[in-house]
């Protein structure tokens, strides 16, 4: 069974920034389009950001765009969500899946690999 680990979340005041970090050891990321969501308390999942597997489209939540920016380093085989001006709106546990990129900003991707994600608290 394939296993993501995503890294790199905290706390961090209202306007500061993150790198998340999304690797994995018994899948090659660079196959598979490459989301990442978020799960606040008492909110439904959504999907923040996705990047294509084959040629590097990407997608991003309206409420992100302009903030966030997702990418890939092949040779780490990492992808990262790097978040910008975060507003305590941001905070949730946020984590990264193997996606359908023509699904993305829908309810129906279905994530057959994913991680256990990682806490990002905005706050003073």
Known sequence: QAHLVESGGGLVQPGGSLRLSCTASTIILDHYAIGWFRR???????GVS????SDDHTYYLDSVKGRFTISRD???NTVYL????LEPEDTANYFCATVNFYLCGTKYNTLEYYGQGIQVTVAS
């Open 50 to 53: 996705c990047i294509s597997s």
């Open 40 to 46: 606040a308390p008492g909110k439904e999942r959504e």
């Open 82 to 85: 790097q978040m910008n001006s």
């Open 74 to 76: 092949t040779a780490q």
